[in-house]
């Protein structure tokens, strides 16, 4: 592979996904911490019904949730039809790192 393809992969795939992997991450804090809140206000209000515009949030969140694992899986299907016909993009781009694997 040159030169030229494996900085275009970089620009186009790589540094997007390493984007939206830091903004995920600070979605994910963000949603720890409000589960934190929600927890001791639960305790306070005992019982601690939810109301409707919460629970609107709520929904749209899974759904965005939902939206994002069929984008996942597309984009991962994507990448391994490319990685079977060139490997060297992969290494290139990953580092040669094997991916983790996760429970979702």
Known sequence: MTKASSTNWEIAIDLPLGVVASQLARIEEQLRL?????ADLVKERDGGRRNGAISVRLENINRALDSIRTFMSD?????DATRLTS???FVTAS??????ERDD
């Open 34 to 38: 409000l589960n934190l809140k929600a």
């Open 75 to 79: 984009l991962e299907t994507e990448i």
């Open 87 to 89: 490997d060297a993009v």
């Open 95 to 100: 580092g040669g790192k094997p991916r983790p």
